[in-house]
């Protein structure tokens, strides 16, 4: 069971303290978060434990509030206030805005660099590059492993962009998290429980994406398995679900961006390349996204589509990245978002 409890206005520390070690004592869990006129407390814990305490007459306490949605830790009720996150100083979330963007896969040094130059110049945050592939077919390039998250290093090392990147395995912790500055859960991998725990022990940020038939409440429950282990560094991520429409690879449901950022205080972010399959459609998509609220794009773009080994019809060339960026950000900046 979880619940909120609402200070009054002026609580003094001493006054949430007491509560904090009351719902302890029973063995639940506070979860503070200061507003500028009130403190709320968060409080998971056992049902009958909960009831049984007298937490509405405790003094400074103005009245407690059950919280009914599934997901407790990643919902509004819970944190009201928009999570933000700091990745190396690239800021997302509570109105800061970040492009992540490289190859879908990391095939050679000079690719990556040459990927991470121009994101970089057109005012990217972050860069993207998979070295544990996710493929359909066990015939088809599973990425370059280790290697290919050195390469990210090295381009990392020149142009200071973070390396957001898919751990596919709990066995492969440890390598990713050498290299990693954000750990990209992939949607396919969106219900492993095993793997969102043990990411959710690490001490990085997680970018989850959306699984292709997972409902937005599955998406939730799957930050909240991340955000119960005490990792509350979290971005969501649309990327497309599975329809009956096959004009597209997947169908981009611009409508989770406002339906998350609703129930939930964690960014959210579009991969409007894995959701079209088309580059041609990555623009308007983006826009899209941008337009619903959205607090980033994750984008594909590689110095030679044509001879990608992976997602190269979805990826933009390096050479009209700028063209591109310009236009996503100067939409961001129009809706209000702080574009560093
Ligand atoms: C990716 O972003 O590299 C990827 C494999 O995407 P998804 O998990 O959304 O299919
Ligand atoms: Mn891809």
């Not at 949605?69 to 206030?81: G, N």
Request: a negative charge; one cysteine or more.
């Amino acid at each position: 069971m979880s619940m909120m409890v609402v200070m009054q206005e002026g609580a003094t520390d001493e006054q949430v303290a007491r509560v904090i070690a009351r719902v302890e004592e029973v063995g639940a869990s506070a979860h503070i978060s200061s507003g500028d006129t009130v403190t709320l407390i968060g409080v998971i814990g056992d049902r009958e434990d909960l009831t049984s305490l007298p937490i509405e007459a405790m003094e400074g306490v103005d009245r407690v509030v059950a919280i009914l949605k599934p997901y407790k830790l990643v919902s509004r009720e819970f944190r009201p206030r928009d999570t933000v996150i700091d990745v190396r100083g690239a800021k997302i979330g509570g109105g800061h805005f970040a492009i992540i963007a490289g190859p879908c896969s990391i095939e050679s040094a000079e690719q990556v660099l040459e990927a991470a130059r121009t994101v970089k110049a057109a005012g990217a945050h972050m860069m993207r590059g998979g070295a544990f592939k996710p493929r359909t077919s066990p015939y088809a390039f599973q990425g370059l492993g280790e290697e290919g998250l050195e390469m990210m290093a090295a381009a990392r090392e020149e142009t200071g962009l973070p390396i957001v990147t898919e751990v596919l395995d709990p066995r492969d912790m440890d390598v990713v998290c050498a290299y990693a500055d954000v750990l990209q859960v992939g949607a396919r991998n969106m219900q492993n429980f095993l793997l969102l725990a043990e990411v959710g022990k690490a001490d990085k940020p997680v970018l989850i994406k959306r699984g292709p038939s997972a409902t937005i409440e599955e998406l939730l429950m799957a930050a909240e398995y991340v955000v119960k282990e005490g990792n509350r560094r979290v971005i969501l991520c649309e990327r497309g679900i599975r329809t009956f429409e096959t004009a597209t690879r997947n169908t981009f449901d611009v409508s989770a961006v406002p339906v998350i950022k609703l129930a939930s205080h964690l960014p959210v972010v579009v991969d409007p390349s894995h959701s079209a399959g088309l580059r041609d459609l990555v623009l308007p998509l983006s826009l899209a996204g941008v337009a619903a609220g959205a607090d980033g794009v994750i984008v594909e773009t590689h110095p030679n589509p044509e001879h990608a080994l992976c997602d190269g019809p979805q990826s933009l060339p390096t050479s009209v990245f700028g063209e591109y960026a310009d236009r996503v950000l100067e939409l961001a900046r129009w809706t209000g978002k702080t574009v560093t």
